[in-house]
């Protein structure tokens, strides 16, 4: 039984994952990639999934940003159970308070930085020269102030990643789910891309969920969890 302290934790929480299960079939055999995962992210707070490719962080990961359905198991943000809602509120979800980086930047290859960050705040609702605004704030804040007009071929890989950050910032979203955000990324330029995502969750005051196979990196983390046989693991 869960107690009334507990509950209200889960209630206050950005993200809570409850006993998360995702089974895939191929052909006559099932693959158990969650089996029962739980977690919960605060304000703040910033979780490390650590693991080997193909333990299933990107599965976790899908299933927290509303991308796919857990098979078993409830997804809450901020209370709110998501896992059933149909997809138009999901989808609405997503947008404004959901924030997404990749290993691979996705950046739009025909628009400049500035213009990637602008495009998804009017998309969100605002107007251009507010996220105009909020856009220039955030490549600065990122090192970026030289770079806005550059397109994602002349930035380099860690400016690309930068850039993507602040995209996924822009609409200042309650939850950012990173999925091995430095993966392409030299030591180097890692360390650092990783310190400022870092920075920006804990000054914006985010729910950050990033999964990685860098314990080094994770250990800037406030909790890490090992995904081990479709389980979280608190190391």
């Given at each position: 039984?869960?107690?009334?302290?507990?509950d209200?934790?889960?209630?206050?929480?950005?993200?809570?994952?409850?006993?998360?299960?995702?089974?895939?079939?191929?052909?006559?055999?099932?693959?158990?990639?969650?089996?029962?995962?739980?977690l919960?992210?605060?304000?703040?707070e910033?979780?490390?999934v650590?693991?080997?490719?193909?333990?299933?962080?990107?599965?976790?990961l899908?299933?927290?940003?509303l991308?796919?359905?857990?098979?078993?198991?409830?997804?809450f943000?901020?209370?709110?159970?998501?896992?059933?809602l149909?997809?138009?509120?999901?989808?609405?979800?997503?947008?404004?308070?959901?924030?997404?980086?990749?290993?691979?930047h996705?950046?739009?290859?025909?628009?400049?930085?500035?213009?990637?960050?602008?495009?998804?705040?009017?998309i969100?609702?605002?107007?251009?020269?507010?996220?105009?605004?909020?856009?220039?704030?955030?490549?600065?804040?990122?090192?970026?102030?030289?770079?806005?007009?550059h397109?994602?071929?002349?930035?380099?890989?860690?400016?690309?990643?930068?850039t993507?950050?602040?995209?996924?910032?822009?609409?200042?979203?309650?939850?950012?789910?990173?999925?091995?955000?430095?993966?392409?990324?030299?030591?180097?330029?890692s360390k650092?891309?990783f310190?400022?995502?870092?920075?920006?969750?804990?000054?914006?005051?985010?729910?950050?969920?990033?999964?990685?196979?860098?314990?080094?990196?994770a250990s800037?983390?406030?909790r890490t969890?090992?995904?081990?046989?479709g389980n979280?693991?608190?190391?």
């Amino acid at each position: 039984m869960i107690d009334a302290d507990t509950d209200k934790k889960f209630c206050n929480a950005s993200l809570h994952l409850d006993r998360v299960h995702r089974t895939f079939v191929q052909g006559y055999r099932e693959i158990k990639v969650l089996c029962g995962a739980s977690l919960i992210a605060e304000a703040g707070e910033i979780v490390a999934v650590v693991g080997p490719s193909g333990s299933g962080k990107s599965t976790l990961l899908q299933i927290a940003g509303l991308l796919e359905p857990p098979t078993s198991g409830k997804v809450f943000i901020s209370g709110t159970q998501c896992d059933l809602l149909p997809e138009n509120q999901r989808a609405a979800l997503r947008r404004n308070s959901i924030g997404f980086v990749y290993q691979s930047h996705n950046l739009l290859p025909e628009f400049s930085a500035l213009e990637n960050v602008v495009m998804p705040q009017i998309i969100a609702g605002r107007s251009r020269s507010i996220a105009n605004r909020c856009a220039k704030d955030l490549l600065t804040r990122l090192g970026l102030s030289d770079r806005l007009t550059h397109l994602p071929s002349r930035l380099s890989g860690g400016e690309q990643q930068r850039t993507a950050i602040a995209r996924a910032i822009a609409n200042v979203p309650q939850v950012l789910l990173a999925d091995e955000p430095t993966g392409n990324l030299d030591v180097e330029t890692s360390k650092k891309v990783f310190e400022e995502l870092v920075s920006l969750v804990r000054g914006d005051g985010l729910a950050a969920i990033i999964a990685t196979h860098d314990r080094e990196l994770a250990s800037a983390a406030d909790r890490t969890f090992l995904l081990h046989e479709g389980n979280l693991i608190s190391q």
